[in-house]
């Protein structure tokens, strides 16, 4: 098993920014991908971004994001980060940390493990 924990929500001003982190233990070794869900209230959870392995070639990003979140991991310390720069109102949501031994994608069934969700308010 793979157990995830992310952390770094916080309120925070539109325009500031932010950094998630997660930390994996357990099998990491069965890790192939890593990546970001966040639910806003009253809303789907949605896909924001995924990493394969730890390299920049391999990373995804929703539309809404591209441009102002990078994701990056450490295998090292099996640590992912997603730096969230420009926040916007819109962004305010429970963000959920996500692992699959799988194929990358943008959706929820894809991801066996997930953590257990960091909230981030951006307020205007």
């Known amino acids: 098993q793979v157990q995830l924990v992310d952390s770094g929500g916080a309120l925070v001003q539109a325009g500031g920014s932010l950094r998630l982190s997660c930390v994996a233990s357990?099998?990491?070794?069965?890790?192939?991908?890593m990546g970001w869900f966040r639910q806003a209230p009253g809303k789907e959870r949605e896909f924001v971004s995924a990493?394969?392995?730890?390299?920049?070639?391999?990373?995804y990003y929703a539309d809404s994001v591209k441009g102002r979140f990078t994701i990056s991991r450490d295998n090292a310390k099996n640590t992912m980060y997603l730096q969230m720069n420009t926040l916007k109102p819109e962004d305010t949501a429970v963000y959920y940390c996500?692992?699959?031994?799988?194929?990358?994608?943008?959706?929820?069934?894809?991801?066996?493990?997930w953590g257990q969700g960091t909230q981030v308010t951006v307020s205007s």
């Open positions: 996500v692992a699959t031994s799988g194929p990358a994608g943008l959706a929820e069934r894809q991801y066996r493990y």
């Open positions: 357990g099998r990491t070794s069965r890790i192939s991908v």
């Open positions: 990493i394969i392995g730890s390299g920049e070639d391999s990373t």
